[in-house]
């Protein structure tokens, strides 16, 4: 991902960064090295919603496939926030 690409190389110096919620576990990997962070914005990139196009078909979730993935999305936002709380 761009996103990941051009930051991995200055997380030291970030004093802004998004993201993307997918991708949270590259950031939390490397959480000791956003030291200067001063803003965090958070985007829910993935879509959460019961009907997703697979090719030319569509495949209607579950209320609860839905819910496992939302809830394993802010348990990994929650975890990433409160791991930099703790060192920073």
């Not at 030291?12 to 200067?36: C, D, E, F, M, N």
């Not at 919603?49 to 496992?68: A, C, F, M, N, P």
């Amino acid at each position: 991902m761009p996103t990941w690409a051009n930051a991995v190389h200055i997380l030291k110096q970030l004093q802004t960064l998004v993201v993307l919620v997918s991708l949270i576990h590259r950031y939390h990997h490397a959480i000791k090295r956003l030291g200067a962070l001063e803003h965090v914005r958070f985007s829910l990139d993935e879509i959460y919603d019961y009907d997703q196009l697979i090719g030319d078909k569509t495949h209607t979730k579950t209320t609860r496939e839905v819910h496992e993935r939302k809830e394993k999305a802010m348990q990994a936002l929650t975890m990433f926030v409160q791991d930099y709380v703790r060192l920073f």
